[in-house]
Structure formats: structure tokens, C-alpha cells
């Protein structure tokens, strides 16, 4: 075991830590995809879980009723009267709840399981029921995501004291051995395995100030890490919490939450000069310190400073290589996320049931029999007798359908003058780009030209990257500026894409400068005036938009134009097809 990598000897550890506690842990995110170093893993909580605590199982896009409970419908019916029923949150009370490929989960789900978490309890009212059910659980969140856009539900991770990343760890790794490693965590060591001296100074206040300097705004990372802390000196049989516990919860909770590099302390040669030209002597050595030790040794690494290299440490790689470049990076969109939501009677993703008519919708029968079976005993008695099952129409449920439209991106570009030939192939690039992803996407890019006394629908909305390559190809370039006419046949093909049931967003490329008015004259203050106008109908319309200011420095006119369209305004006078893509693609999500 001594050869396995670091990050599987703390995924051990973590195991066993909420395994001990895991309401008080909270849980873990679990960074890796189905596979032997997964299921190890998993073995090994299963192994530390004390026995009559349960370990379920929540799998992906499970039904509100069986996450949280609700009426049994089968003994509802045979008893004729309302039977409750516990959900998975209940079952789970006292142990753990391992919910997979949480990377997709839902947001309702996600705020059923933050609330458990918070308070302990589920308030279960539905179905003609009201209680209350105890939900001590500590949750498991499997995310199996590959990219940087795919990943477990923010709020439950914050909930969560630990995370782990098993991707990188090898199976050979995993084999068990006969005896575990001493990792201060054994209840029959009476002292942790790195020294029991305790810090001398408050747990709470050490790990606040640690937090602090690593830059995380949560309230719950320092209070996860405390609890954290008092369960390693429990474990280790001790009542307080010693430095060791501190930095070792410093470490698992608080590394990987970081945003921001800790300052470290003063170089030796920096320490030198200041008190060359400060301090007049050096002070003693502190009391219970060695004759012969060195003072700068032993006053150098204050407790806090300890706590906090040690977090450090635990800071992960990537993570360290993000901050150093001083801040994250643009957020790339999901696949066939940048729809917006549209209800559908027929088709999509089922979000529960709702009394209506099954003639205008698709009829849920269990909703329909879970609305009716309460009342079966009262309709029974009113209506004389009878076995037969009794619904009425205010019973009748349909189901509720959610779906993301379809996105089509308009490109409105200026294509006049010899400065705008050069953005005009940078365009091109873009939309190119963003078409090799429009499969994945599932959106459509269209393409807009304005010049001359006029605009041209170049190309309209499709996904072929063929059409749009020829499209593209026989673009002209040159003349005046009809910025108003740009504006309003970008605004007439984005209402057209609304009215098809989709959702347009159009993205303009100009300098705002416009020279041609509607009428087609030429004249820069008449053009100015018509462009405004232009632009306040386009944001009455109420279309997403991004304005992207080609000049070679940022003008203000192209400014007031962003403000006058209510678009987002984005000056990139020296960005490339991919800067240019990846821009709009995060100003879209």
C-alpha cells in the first residue's frame, strides 16, 4: 500500500470519514467514470459503514414521488384509505445516499437533496398527505462528466465537505492489502500519526482565517472543515482538537476550494533587510525553547501558517495553473443547452403531471389514480356501495412536457469599406467554427451582409457547413455603411426564427459608424438618426443580442448603438475567429 499514489490513500481516508459521520460530513463529489478504481472505492465505504447504517442508491432522473415519498397507490387502493409511502431520502436516514452521473442531475432534485441536508428533515405535502420524516444522510455525488462544463450541482457541492478525483489513479493501485495504513485515524492510537501537540489557539478562528486567505466567500467550507477536525480527534479518542486535526481538515475540505493563491511569508533575505533597518536587536527565545535553537526557527511558522501550507498543498493542479494565470477561463456552454425553455403539450422531458383535458394533452394515468384513490372512500359511501374504482373529471391528469427550443445565431456584419473586409474574414472563421459544433449544439447559424444602399440575407439559417462555406465564399465587400438596414434584416430574420418556434440571437459586426441612411442617400447624421431608430424597434422586439465593435479602438458610437438595441457590447478590436467564437458562444449560454 505504501506504493499507491497519494490521492488514493486520502480517498481511504475520506471513506472512512463519512462512513463515521455522514450527516456531519456532508459527503463527497467524486470526480471519475464507472470502472474498477470507482467501484474499489465505493467497496470501501460499504466496509467502513457500521452495520444498520443503509447505503442507497439514487439513480439518474428518478420521480420526485420516489425521491421523497408520497402515497402508496397499490394500498391506498386495497385499504381504501390514504397510505403513506417513505421515499428514498427517508430510506436513507443514518447513512448514505449515492446518487450517479450527477453531472446531469435536475435542479429540483438537487434542491429536495440541499434541503434534506440542511435541516435533517423532509416535509412531505402532496397527495392529500402532510408529514414529517427524519433525512439524516450524508450524499455521494458520482460525476461522471468529461469536460469543464459538465460537472455535479454547485449548491450540493457546497454542501459537501470532500472531493475526490479518481481519474488519474491506476487500478493497480486499489489492491487491498491485509493491514490499513496508520493514518491517524485508528481508534486505538491515542495521538495522531504526524505529533498530538495542539495549536494553543481556536480551531474556529485558525480555520476561518485559513479560509479567508484562500479566498472562499462559503460560510459552510470553514464549518464543514471544524466538523471534520472534531471527528478526526474523535476517532483518534481525543476531546479536543489538536494542530494535526486542524491541518488535516485544512487539506481535504478546504484545498480544492480555493480561488485565490495564499501570500506567503517574507524570503529570508527580505526578513534580513527589515531588520537592518528596523528592528534594533534580536528578541529571546521564547519560553520552553532549546538554548542552543534558532529563534527565527521557532517563531517563523505560526499555527495559522501551518494550516494554511498545508491546504495549500492540497490545492489541485489545475486548479494551481488557473489561479496562477489570474483567473478562470471563459465557461464553455453545454451541448444543446442554449435553447431557451418552451412548454410542449406532446414531446420532451416530462416535468411532472397537472389537471387538464386529455384531448389537448397526454393523459398520466398513475397521477390520474394517485389524484383520485384518497377520495374513494367518501365517493363509495356517497354513491351507495361499490368496488369499482370512481374518477371523476377534476381527477384527470395530463403530463407536463419541458423542451429547449432551437438556437440560431444571426451574424450581421458590416461588410463596407476595406477595414471591414479584414473583420468580414474573421467572420467567416467564426461561423465556421461555431457550425462545426451544431450537431452537438443542435442550433443553426445564419449569415447577414450589409453594404452599399443595402442588406442581403446571405445565408439563411441552416447547419450544413457546405452551404455555408459557398455562402460565405461569394461574400462581397465594399461601399457605404447601411447600418439601419443591417439592423432591421437581421431583426426581420431573427422574428422569423421566433415565429418558427425557435430562439434567435443575433450578433452584429460593425463599428457603429453608419453613412447611408434607410432611404439609401448618403449622409452621416441622417444614417446616425435612422440607426437609432432601427435599433430602439430591435430592442422592443426583445431579441438577445451582441454587438462586437470591430474598429481598431473602441468608439462610442458603437456603444450608444449597443445600449440604444439593448445588446451586449463586446469591443474585440484584435480578436481572432476562435477569440471571436468562443465569446460569443459564452455571451449566449
Not at 22 to 51: I, K, Q, T, Y
Not at 500 to 517: E, H, I, K, Q, Y
Amino acid at each position: 500500500m505504501s506504493e499507491a499514489p497519494a490521492t488514493w490513500t486520502d480517498a481511504l481516508r475520506i471513506a472512512r470519514l463519512i462512513a463515521a459521520d455522514p450527516h456531519g460530513c456532508g459527503g463527497v463529489v467524486v470526480r471519475a467514470g464507472a470502472g474498477p478504481v470507482r467501484d474499489r472505492w465505493l467497496d470501501a465505504v460499504r466496509e467502513n459503514l457500521s452495520s444498520g447504517k443503509p447505503l442507497r442508491r439514487m439513480p439518474a432522473g428518478i420521480a420526485e414521488d420516489r425521491l421523497v415519498g408520497g402515497l402508496d397507490l397499490a394500498a391506498t387502493l386495497s385499504a381504501g384509505r390514504p397510505v403513506a409511502q417513505a421515499g428514498l431520502l427517508a430510506e436513507a436516514d443514518g447513512g448514505l445516499l449515492v446518487a450517479a452521473m450527477a453531472e446531469r442531475m435536475g435542479q429540483g432534485t438537487a434542491g429536495h437533496l440541499a434541503a434534506a441536508l440542511d435541516t435533517g428533515r423532509l416535509r412531505v405535502e402532496r397527495d392529500g398527505l402532510a408529514e414529517t420524516r427524519p433525512a439524516r444522510f450524508g450524499l455521494i455525488l458520482l460525476d461522471e462528466g468529461i469536460g469543464e462544463d459538465e460537472a455535479a450541482p454547485a449548491a450540493l457541492a457546497d454542501r459537501l465537505a470532500f472531493h475526490l478525483d479518481l481519474t488519474s489513479v491506476p487500478p493497480s493501485a486499489t489492491r487491498p492489502v491485509l493491514r490499513p495504513p496508520s493514518d491517524g485515524l485508528s481508534p486505538e492510537s491515542e495521538t495522531p500519526s504526524d505529533g498530538g501537540a495542539r495549536s494553543g489557539h481556536d480551531p474556529v478562528a485558525d480555520l476561518s482565517e485559513v479560509a479567508a486567505r484562500l479566498g472562499i466567500a462559503s460560510l459552510r467550507a470553514p464549518l464543514l472543515a471544524l466538523r471534520v477536525a472534531r471527528l478526526l480527534a474523535r476517532l483518534d479518542g481525543r476531546a479536543e482538537i489538536a494542530e494535526a486535526d486542524a491541518r488535516e481538515a485544512a487539506r481535504l475540505v478546504l484545498g480544492h476550494r480555493a480561488t485565490r493563491l495564499p501570500e506567503r511569508e517574507p524570503a529570508p533575505e527580505e526578513e534580513e533587510r527589515e531588520r537592518a533597518e528596523g528592528a534594533p536587536e534580536t528578541p529571546p527565545p521564547p519560553d520552553g525553547a532549546a538554548p542552543g535553537s534558532d529563534p527565527e526557527e521557532s517563531t517563523a511558522s505560526t499555527p495559522d501558517d501551518r494550516i494554511v501550507e498545508a491546504a495549500r498543498a492540497a490545492i489541485p493542479a489545475g486548479l494551481l495553473a488557473m489561479l496562477m494565470r489570474d483567473g478562470p477561463r471563459l465557461r464553455v456552454p453545454r451541448a444543446g443547452k442554449a435553447g431557451a425553455k418552451a412548454v410542449s403539450p406532446r414531446s420532451g422531458r416530462p416535468m411532472g403531471a397537472r389537471p387538464g383535458d386529455p384531448r389537448r394533452g397526454r393523459l398520466d394515468l398513475i397521477a390520474t389514480l394517485r389524484a383520485a384513490a384518497p377520495w374513494q372512500g367518501i365517493r363509495r359511501r356517497a354513491e351507495g356501495g361499490g368496488t369499482c374504482l370512481m374518477i371523476r373529471p377534476d381527477d384527470i391528469r395530463i403530463t407536463r412536457f419541458r423542451q429547449r427550443t432551437e438556437t440560431t445565431t444571426i451574424f450581421t456584419v458590416d461588410a463596407s469599406g476595406s477595414s471591414a473586409l479584414e473583420r468580414l474574414a474573421e467572420a467567416k472563421g467564426a461561423v465556421e467554427l461555431l457550425l462545426a459544433e451544431a450537431y452537438t449544439r443542435r442550433d443553426k447559424v445564419a449569415l447577414v451582409a450589409f453594404r452599399g444602399a443595402g442588406a442581403e440575407l446571405v445565408l439563411a439559417p441552416t447547419r450544413s457547413l457546405v452551404r455555408s462555406r459557398r455562402g460565405l465564399a461569394a461574400l462581397p465587400g465594399g461601399g457605404g455603411t447601411p447600418l439601419a438596414a443591417g439592423i432591421d434584416a437581421a431583426g426581420a430574420v431573427a422574428l422569423g426564427v421566433r415565429r418558427g418556434g425557435g430562439t434567435p440571437v443575433v450578433v452584429m459586426l460593425t463599428d457603429g459608424r453608419a453613412n447611408v441612411a434607410r432611404s439609401g442617400i448618403a449622409g452621416r447624421e441622417r444614417a446616425a438618426e435612422d440607426s437609432l431608430k432601427a435599433a430602439r424597434l430591435f430592442r422592443e422586439a426583445d431579441f438577445r443580442a451582441i454587438l462586437i465593435d470591430t474598429a481598431q479602438r473602441p468608439q462610442d458610437s458603437a456603444r450608444r448603438l449597443a445600449d440604444a438595441m439593448g445588446a451586449r457590447y463586446l469591443p474585440l478590436p484584435h480578436a481572432d475567429a476562435g477569440v471571436m467564437s468562443a465569446a460569443i458562444r459564452s455571451a449566449t449560454e
